[in-house]
């Protein structure tokens, strides 16, 4: 099953899908999958995005504000091309090698608008077996364009966290 996260930037996706995933790794057998935890200064000022290996807990520079990564630019943030390529090789390889429970964090505009980021773990998502379970966090005014674009006629549920609920919704 597909299970799509969304909610406001800053609202704690990351923060949710970190907790389940810590609570699940002693109860799904293969968990695997990107989390991308955010990077703060010393001041406490958001400067980038980490990627973290579910498996292993090992992390990587992914996105900063502060600092020109040699990969692609967004808004604010430059990414790493090389980081980006570690991840997109992890999902692809849980994907491939038929993870039980995967995590994504996370598809934008990046990936849909310039095919760029974690795009080519893309085709690979819309290839998941009903026996998987994905958890993916999209933004909401992405989610029409991801489910046309990806996982065209596959069933998925969307789970939106806000701060009344973030403590106690239940993924699994």
Not at 94 to 109: K, M, N, R, V, Y
Not at 130 to 147: N, Y
Request: proline letters at 5%; glycine letters at 8%.
């Amino acid at each position: 099953m597909i299970t799509i996260i969304t909610g406001s930037r800053g609202i704690g996706k990351t923060t949710f899908l970190l907790k389940k995933s810590t609570i699940q790794t002693n109860e799904v057998k293969t968990l695997s999958g990107i989390l991308t935890p955010p990077i703060f200064d010393n001041e406490g000022i958001k400067i980038g995005f980490s990627a973290l290996d579910l498996s292993n807990m090992k992390r990587w520079e992914l996105a900063r504000t502060d600092i020109k990564l040699p990969g692609p630019s967004y808004g604010p943030f430059h990414f790493s091309s090389e980081g980006f390529e570690r991840a997109n090789d992890i999902i692809i390889d849980a994907l491939l090698q038929g993870a039980t429970t995967l995590f994504l964090d996370e598809i934008g505009p990046l990936e849909l608008t310039k095919n760029n980021g974690f795009y080519p773990c893309l085709s690979h998502i819309g290839r998941i077996k009903d026996s998987q379970d994905l958890f993916i966090v999209i933004r909401s005014e992405l989610i029409p364009v991801f489910v046309k674009r990806v996982i065209p006629g596959k069933k998925y549920k969307t789970i939106t966290v806000n701060k009344e609920n973030r403590d106690r919704l239940q993924l699994f």
